[in-house]
């Protein structure tokens, strides 16, 4: 994975790409939101990672997307930037040859479960169905598995992040900066949220 500089993800249009960032998800009702009990030792549970240099991951959720996702790879591949994508298991089904881009471009695929339900309100079994099947209809369609788990809307307990990594080995990404993307501000105030919050 490419990770960018500050200042390098402004100059190659990171405004441009939070153009396709809007989720498909929003609503009145979906808060997003990091949990309340992360433990900074845990190992299940990862918002941010350090490094010796300024820079960001770059994050995509609830993909992929019939229009938006094709045209956020342009914009990634005119720049040579590499990013993580958190698939929804039954839009992989739905659009395989997207999902098959993904990956063959070089970018990271990440399990972002197969409805995009809250699963903090699901039983254990209902949730490692949503894993499970969406793993299996993400190795189906690239040939190879996610290595990481984001949960819809943050809403996953810390129960069931340290069940996840002990179970699956899927640790749980969270994040260090939401652009609120979702509620589309406008890609300027995108672009300097996530720039003004990374450290």
């Given at each position: 994975?490419?990770?960018l500089s500050r200042?390098?993800?402004?100059?190659?249009?990171?405004?441009?790409?939070?153009?396709?960032?809007s989720g498909t998800?929003?609503?009145?009702?979906?808060?997003?939101?990091?949990?309340?009990?992360?433990?900074?030792?845990?190992?299940?549970?990862?918002?941010?990672?350090?490094?010796?240099?300024?820079?960001?991951?770059?994050?995509?959720?609830?993909?992929?997307?019939?229009?938006?996702?094709?045209?956020?790879?342009?914009?990634?591949?005119?720049?040579?930037?590499?990013?993580?994508?958190?698939?929804?298991?039954?839009?992989?089904?739905?659009?395989?040859?997207?999902?098959?881009?993904?990956?063959?471009?070089?970018?990271?695929?990440?399990?972002?479960?197969?409805?995009?339900?809250?699963?903090?309100?699901?039983?254990?079994?209902?949730?490692?169905?949503?894993?499970?099947?969406?793993?299996?209809?993400?190795?189906?369609?690239?040939?190879?598995?996610?290595?990481?788990?984001?949960?819809?809307?943050?809403?996953?307990?810390?129960?069931?992040?340290?069940?996840?990594?002990?179970?699956?080995?899927?640790?749980?990404?969270?994040?260090?900066?939401?652009?609120?993307?979702?509620?589309?501000?406008g890609t300027s105030?995108?672009?300097?949220?996530?720039?003004?919050?990374?450290?």
């Open positions: 994975m490419v990770l200042r390098h993800a402004l100059a190659a249009g990171l405004g441009a790409c939070a153009a396709t960032m998800q929003a609503s009145a009702r979906a808060l997003i939101a990091l949990p309340d009990d992360i433990i900074n030792t845990d190992a299940a549970t990862i918002t941010a990672v350090s490094t010796p240099s300024p820079v960001v991951a770059m994050t995509f959720d609830d993909r992929p997307h019939p229009t938006n996702t094709p045209r956020l790879l342009d914009m990634l591949r005119e720049r040579d930037i590499r990013a993580t994508f958190y698939l929804i298991g039954n839009r992989v089904v739905q659009y395989p040859e997207i999902a098959r881009r993904i990956a063959e471009e070089g970018h990271e695929i990440g399990n972002h479960s197969y409805t995009h339900p809250f699963l903090d309100r699901l039983s254990a079994s209902t949730v490692a169905s949503e894993i499970d099947r969406t793993t299996d209809a993400i190795f189906q369609v690239t040939g190879r598995p996610p290595v990481t788990f984001r949960p819809p809307y943050g809403a996953f307990t810390r129960s069931q992040r340290t069940g996840l990594h002990a179970t699956r080995a899927l640790p749980t990404i969270l994040w260090s900066v939401d652009p609120q993307d979702w509620r589309r501000p105030v995108v672009a300097n949220r996530i720039l003004q919050h990374t450290h």
